[in-house]
Nanobody
Framework: QVQLLESGGGLVQAGDSLRLSCANSGSSVSRFVVGWFRQAPGKEREFVGSIRWDGNFRYYADSVKDRFTISRDNVKDSVALQMNSLKAEDTAVYYC?????????????????????WGQGTQVTVSS
């Protein structure tokens, strides 16, 4: 059983950087796709980005492209989300998720239903 735990959230100012980590305390996620999602109050959970099990392919939402970077360390069984140039609209609870299928379509990959395991989330607040 995969058990994901996010960390690294906090309160920052616009323009700052923050690095989120997703650790796994259960079965290894080294063979899983790992995605990051976020959910702001009153809004649906939205896709941020994902990384394939080998780290060779990534998808990013247009809203975070060129600012956020996903990386993974399969030896440490962890995945990171580096967030730069943060904006107030990045404020949300951030979730990491693991899934078994890598889609060649970002539309499919970005769906909540494409992931089987979820962490509890970590709050990121960006003040303007």
């Amino acid at each position: 059983q995969v058990q994901l735990l996010e960390s690294g959230g906090g309160l920052v100012q616009a323009g700052d950087s923050l690095r989120l980590s997703c650790a796994n305390s259960g079965s290894s996620v080294s063979r899983f796709v790992v995605g990051w999602f976020r959910q702001a109050p009153g809004k649906e959970r939205e896709f941020v980005g994902s990384i394939r099990w080998d780290g060779n392919f990534r998808y990013y939402a247009d809203s975070v492209k060129d600012r956020f970077t996903i990386s993974r360390d399969n030896v440490k069984d962890s995945v990171a989300l580096q967030m730069n140039s943060l904006k107030a609209e990045d404020t949300a609870v951030y979730y990491c998720a693991a899934g078994r299928i890598w889609s060649t379509s970002i539309t499919e990959q970005s769906k909540v239903s494409s992931f089987d395991y979820w962490g509890q989330g970590t709050q990121v607040t960006v003040s303007s």
